[in-house]
């Protein structure tokens, strides 16, 4: 009850100065070949608007998505934001080209003094945002919903290091985990924020973030796993085997999420789920997830919070995934892939002579690589118990160790060939980086600079 009260009189003393956030709750409906949007709800969510007061521009050209919010009657620009969606990956999927689906969605931005149209954008064939969406809105109209979202329990303030506009805000979000597992959430909460803040460039910058914590009382323990015919309705709808992929762990209950996370100041979501299994997701903008309780559940917590935090790409390309890349080679947005080997994105980074593209034991490694992916497929085909597989990825971690620690450029920023999900034509900064592989090596040189580039845009040094 005193966090609560705490929470309230930090509202309170905010609100004076502070605007309060708007959410745009809407549907986004379509097929692989046609999205339609239409308009749910708008809620003025009980806390001030946590993000900075004076960096409301997005410069960082970061998402598939963007919206933007200006003055109706001038045109001004006031807030814009890049982001991802469940919709932009699902419509790339086999399931897209037979059914139309529709998945629900939001922008949050700071309530505006009066009315505004927002834009929402998306990359077209050329990689270029442009608009798909427009409708007013005005923060005026009794039909705005003003009530307070149900409770999601008392927050839990896990490293306070200023006033949310200075500072980025993560919210820790348990799912799965009964009233008498909230004690373990924030053991499996804690022990997650400080394996982020080891990695650099978090380590560096962890007086730039607060990281609190919510948890909405389940009445099972876990979450749903349909593959298993588990099948469970978790306060905030986590799930393994999105898009068909068993280890993939997603919440499709927006609404629900959005809800809980009311609660508390923040920019970006991990939603903690309490579970054995390896799992995890990652959507820039919107949410990250892992399992609380797998062996390599802090890998996966760092690798999937760089893609919700910074847009970071995946690097390896030798797994399986839900969804389709493409035969285009376009540049990517993201900051950690690049389609132009001679002129990558990170050019004031590379290592002095290093040649470009730069050769690496590339045939080595997807011997290697391609071998344990069938391994891979027979533990799992033979339902085969849990530890059998972290024993099949420490083995695959040591070998991958072995072949990139002792390339010719190993620990050198160069252009090296395979990322992306593809084995040719995208290129990533170094031999080894979280998002190439399970090893223990921390984010490429790329990846640094971009989540850098991100804290900046919430919590820039003064």
């Known amino acids: 009850m005193r966090l609560v009260l705490l929470l309230f009189a930090f509202a309170a003393a905010l609100l004076a100065s502070t605007p309060r956030t708007l959410r745009v709750d809407y549907f986004h409906t379509g097929s692989a070949t046609q999205e339609v949007f239409s308009l749910d709800r708008v809620v003025r969510e009980p806390l001030p608007w946590p993000g900075p007061r004076d960096r409301g521009i997005d410069d960082t050209n970061l998402g598939k998505y963007a919206f933007e919010v200006a003055e109706a009657a001038t045109g001004r620009l006031l ?36 009315p505004v149209k927002v834009t929402l954008k998306k990359r077209d064939a050329a990689n270029a945002f442009k608009p798909i969406w427009t409708f007013t809105l005005d923060p005026s109209d009794p039909a705005l919903d003003r009530a307070l979202p149900p409770s999601a329990g008392a927050l839990i303030p896990l490293q306070r290091s200023g006033e949310p506009p200075e500072k980025v805000d993560l919210l820790i979000l348990g799912d799965g985990y009964t009233a008498g597992e909230r004690a373990k959430f924030e053991g499996d909460a804690r022990r997650m924020m400080e394996t982020l803040f080891a990695q650099q460039p978090f380590k560096d910058h962890r007086s730039d973030f607060n990281v609190w914590g919510l948890c909405p009382s389940a009445e099972a323990s876990g979450i749903a796993r349909p593959s298993t015919g588990l099948h469970r309705r978790s306060p905030l709808g986590s799930t393994y085997d999105a898009f068909g992929s068993e280890r993939y762990v997603l919440t499709f209950e927006n609404r629900a999420l959005r809800d809980a996370a009311a609660w508390a100041p923040y920019e970006f979501m991990e939603i903690l789920v309490n579970g054995q299994t390896y799992g995890g997701g990652g959507i820039f903008g919107l949410y990250a997830t892992v399992a609380s309780d797998n062996a390599f559940s802090p890998y996966i917590f760092v690798h999937e919070f760089g893609h919700h935090f910074a847009g970071l790409a995946d690097e ?15 540049e990517p947005w993201e900051p950690n ?34 071998a344990m992916k069938e391994l891979r497929k027979q533990i799992r085909a033979e339902n085969r118990p849990e530890s059998e597989m972290e024993a099949h990825f420490r083995r695959e971690q040591a070998e991958d160790s072995r072949l990139l620690g002792s390339d010719t450029h190993s620990g050198q920023v160069g252009a090296f060939e395979g990322a992306n999900y593809e084995a040719a034509g995208y290129y990533r900064s170094q031999t080894d980086c979280i998002m190439f592989t399970r090893d223990e090596v921390g984010f490429c040189a790329a990846c640094r600079a971009g989540i850098e580039r991100v804290i900046r845009l919430y919590a820039p040094r003064r």
């Not at 030798?318 to 080679?329: F, L, M, Q």
């Not at 892939?337 to 490694?365: C, Y």
């Open 79 to 114: 807030y814009s934001r890049g982001f991802c969606s469940i919709y932009g990956e699902w419509e790339t999927t086999d399931e897209a080209k037979a059914l139309t689906r529709t998945f629900s969605e939001s922008l949050r931005f700071p309530e505006p003094g009066g």
């Open 316 to 330: 390896y390309y030798t797994s399986d995934v839900a969804y389709e890349t493409g035969k285009a080679r376009l």
């Open 337 to 370: 892939a690049t389609a132009d080997p001679r002129n990558p994105k990170w050019k004031h980074l590379l290592t002095p002579g290093i040649p470009l593209p730069t050769p690496w034991r590339k045939e080595a490694f997807e011997r290697h690589s391609y």
